[in-house]
């Protein structure tokens, strides 16, 4: 069980102190799928970076299966089963994409099979793919399912993923919409999902809508989402693909 208590985070600003997250506390069971959604500028990527450790909070705690993640490190983390997925993953030159899996998947060697296996799942065929390097001569949606393959590939008891559409084909961004739904029902982990995007939308649990550093409306995908289809919360209308 993921527990955010009172968590802020502020900011010094020529003109004062600026709030970016302010007094959340949110509860996330064991196997539920949330998506975060809402305006941008909100604080979703801020809180979500709160939770891996990328940010530290100016005040509140952060529990994960009832141990006080608060002050500890982003490897820390990792090593408790938190993985994170950026909006705009990082490129390593010089590592292969299979280094990169088998890295992530903790093994020094990880099979071509088993490479193969995480790289379908996010609508890459391995035999183009893994003997490449993650760098500039991959496009933004090819590293940002090579990373979601990453993810995969490393025992993880959190998933938080920060947009995981965002540069992404139509035909991949459905491979990925299907994984997300079978990772869900076999509620192999739980998973926070910041997202727009209809399709995702749908498939979670709870919606938690994020505006002006605060939750807005958190509910039960089925008493929130035809709202949001609406146009109810202002700047939250999901785009559909």
């Not at 600003?13 to 970016?20: A, L, N, R, S």
């Not at 993953?89 to 093994?107: E, M, N, Q, Y």
């Not at 991949?172 to 727009?196: D, N, Y």
């Amino acid at each position: 069980m993921l527990e955010l208590k009172n968590i802020c985070f502020s900011v010094s600003t020529p003109d004062g102190k600026t709030d970016i997250i302010n007094d959340i506390s949110l509860t996330i069971d064991d196997g539920k799928l949330v998506v975060l959604t809402g305006p941008n500028g909100g604080g979703k990527t801020t809180l979500a970076k709160i939770i891996m450790g990328l940010v530290t909070p100016t005040s509140g705690r952060i529990l994960w299966n009832g141990t006080d993640i608060t002050d500890m490190s982003i490897t820390e983390r990792a090593n408790l089963g938190i993985s994170y997925g950026f909006q705009q993953p990082p490129r390593f030159k010089g590592i292969k994409v299979g280094d990169l899996l088998s890295i992530a998947s903790g093994k020094k060697l990880l099979k071509r099979t088993e490479a193969c296996t995480y790289l379908t799942r996010v609508g890459l065929c391995a035999a183009d793919y893994i003997d490449r390097d993650v760098d500039t001569s991959l496009s933004g949606g090819e590293v940002k399912r090579i990373e979601i393959a990453t993810i995969l590939a490393r025992p993880t008891g959190l998933m938080i993923l920060d947009e995981p559409e965002a540069g992404i084909d139509l035909w991949s961004f459905a491979k990925l919409t299907e994984t997300f739904g079978q990772i869900h029902e076999k509620r192999e982990s739980t998973m926070i999902i910041i997202s727009h995007q209809e399709r995702i939308i749908s498939l979670a649990d709870e919606i938690v809508i994020i505006s002006g550093g605060q939750v807005s409306k958190r509910g039960k995908t089925e008493d929130i989402f035809p709202s949001i289809m609406a146009g109810t919360f202002s700047g939250s209308c999901p785009a559909r693909q």
